[in-house]
C-alpha cells in the first residue's frame, strides 16, 4: 500500500513539520469540468515512452507493471465519475492507492457506504464533505487576496485526511493561524503544514514543444485545441505574440490569466497545425483521447522542453499557492519534478489529458513539488474544444 501522506496536527494543538513538502504555483478557479469528451482511455495500448517513463519514476519493475496501473487507474476515473454524481452533497472526496490500485471513495452518509462498495470502490466515512472543504478554500482565498500573510505559501482540501491544510514556510506557523482566525472558517478541519520551499512560476526559459513569447522569452505548448492550443497564463498576456520553435508558424496569444489563475489560449495561424499529439521527449509522441480527469493518487507525467518527460502521482486538488506575483487558486499538487522552462507544457494520466504546467519548487536533480492548471476551467473559460484522436 502506498505510504499515506503526513497529516499534519490542527490549529488547535503544535505544527508537524512536513520537511520538504514543497508547493507552488499559479492556479485557475476551480469550477467547471472537463469540456472536451470524457472519454475511458483509448483502444491502443499506452505508448512505451510513456510506459518507461512510468517505470522510472513511479518506482515499477516493469512494463507490464505499469499497463496494469493504467488499467486500474481507468477503471477507478470511471468509477469515480459514477460516485461523484450518485452520492452528491454527501461526496467527501477520493483517493487512488498507486500499490493496491484500490479506489477509496470519502461520504458524510454511512448509509452510502454499500452503494460505494458495490460499486468496487472502499468507501470512508469522514465529517467533512469536498463541498464543505471547498467552502472553507474560497474563505481562505477571499481573505487572503485581501490580507496576504507573510511567509504562507498556499493551501487546499485534502481527501485522504479530510481537511484543508495550510501550508507555511518553516516557522511561519503563527501566520496560518491569523489567516484561519481572521477567514472566519472552522479551525477544526483546518490542519497546518510547514515546508521550505518557495513556489515561483516555471516561464521564459524552453519548455514542452517550446515557443517564442513576443520575441524573447520561450514556454511550452500545453495541448493543441480547435484552432491553437492551451499554455500557462503566466507566460504571456493577451495580445502578445508568439511564434514556433523554428519561426514557420505563428499566433497570438488570445486569453490570459494571471494571477489567480494560470491559463492562456494561443490562436495559431495556417502555418501552425494542431495535433493531438504530446511530445514525450524520448522520439516519440503519446496520443491524446480524452480529458478524463483523474482522483488524488493516480499516476501523472508531465512534459516539458528543460526537462523531458516526468511521472509521478497527484497529491491534492483545489490547491491555492500564493506566488511572488499573487495568488493562484484551483491548481493540482503532484510529487512530480520541473524546471524554469517547462511552464505550459502538458500534464496526462495515461492518454487523458490533466492540464498544463504553472509552477512550483525543487528540480530534476533533487526532486520538488509542482503545480498543474487543470485544463478544464481553461477549455470552459476560452470557449475552447480539446484535439483528440
Given amino acids: 500500500m502506498r505510504e499515506p501522506p503526513v497529516v499534519p496536527r490542527s490549529l488547535g494543538s503544535s505544527v508537524l513539520v512536513l520537511g520538504l513538502v514543497a508547493t507552488g504555483l499559479v492556479a485557475a478557479t476551480s469550477s467547471g469540468a472537463a469540456s472536451a469528451a470524457e472519454t475511458p482511455r483509448g483502444q491502443d495500448p499506452p505508448a512505451r515512452e510513456l510506459l518507461t517513463a512510468m517505470e ?14 493504467l488499467d486500474q487507474e481507468a477503471e477507478a476515473r470511471s468509477t469515480d465519475s459514477e460516485l461523484r454524481a450518485e452520492l452528491g452533497d454527501a461526496w467527501g472526496g477520493s483517493y487512488f492507492d498507486g500499490d493496491s490500485g484500490e479506489l477509496t471513495v470519502t461520504v458524510t452518509d454511512e448509509s452510502a457506504t454499500d ?25 481562505l482565498n477571499a481573505q487572503g487576496a485581501k490580507d496576504a500573510k507573510d511567509g504562507v ?27 484561519v482566525a481572521d477567514a472566519g472558517v472552522d479551525s477544526a478541519a483546518v490542519r497546518v503544514a ?29 495541448f493543441a485545441v480547435e484552432g491553437g492550443f492551451v499554455t500557462a497564463g503566466h507566460c504571456g498576456s ?12 505563428t499566433g497570438t496569444v488570445a486569453g490570459s490569466q494571471f494571477p489567480g489563475a494560470d491559463m492562456g489560449h494561443v490562436e495559431a495561424d495556417a502555418n501552425w497545425t494542431p495535433t493531438p499529439t504530446v511530445n514525450d521527449h524520448q522520439g516519440g509522441t503519446v496520443t491524446v483521447a480524452g480529458s478524463q480527469e483523474s482522483p488524488e493518487g493516480a499516476s501523472v507525467c508531465r512534459s516539458g522542453a528543460t526537462t523531458g518527460f516526468h511521472c509521478g502521482e497527484i497529491q491534492a486538488k483545489g490547491r491555492t499557492v500564493v506566488y511572488p506575483e499573487g ?21 496526462l494520466t495515461d492518454d487523458q489529458a490533466q492540464g498544463v504546467t504553472s509552477g512550483g519548487s525543487g528540480n530534476c536533480v533533487f526532486g520538488g513539488t509542482t503545480y498543474f492548471q487543470p485544463l478544464g476551467p481553461i477549455l470552459e473559460e476560452f470557449g475552447l474544444t480539446l484535439l483528440t484522436s
Fill in 56 to 69: 522510472r519514476d513511479l518506482g515499477l519493475s516493469t512494463a507490464s507493471d505499469a499497463r496494469q496501473r
Fill in 115 to 139: 452503494d460505494i462498495a458495490a460499486a468496487g470502490a472502499t468507501p470512508r466515512t469522514v465529517e467533512y464533505s469536498e463541498a464543505e472543504l471547498d467552502a472553507i478554500v474560497s474563505d
Fill in 153 to 179: 505559501t498556499g493551501w487546499y482540501p485534502d481527501s485522504e485526511s479530510n481537511s484543508v491544510v495550510v501550508e507555511v514556510r518553516n516557522g511561519h506557523e503563527d501566520a496560518a493561524e491569523e489567516l
Fill in 194 to 222: 510547514q515546508t521550505d520551499a518557495e513556489p515561483r512560476p516555471y516561464a521564459d526559459i524552453v519548455g514542452g514543444e517550446s515557443y517564442e513569447i513576443g520575441g524573447s522569452g520561450l514556454c511550452s505548448i500545453g
Fill in 238 to 249: 493577451a495580445g502578445t505574440s508568439v511564434a514556433s520553435a523554428d519561426g514557420t508558424g
Fill in 327 to 347: 495568488q493562484v487558486r484551483g491548481l493540482t499538487q503532484t510529487d512530480v519534478c520541473a524546471e524554469p522552462g517547462d511552464s505550459g507544457g502538458s500534464w
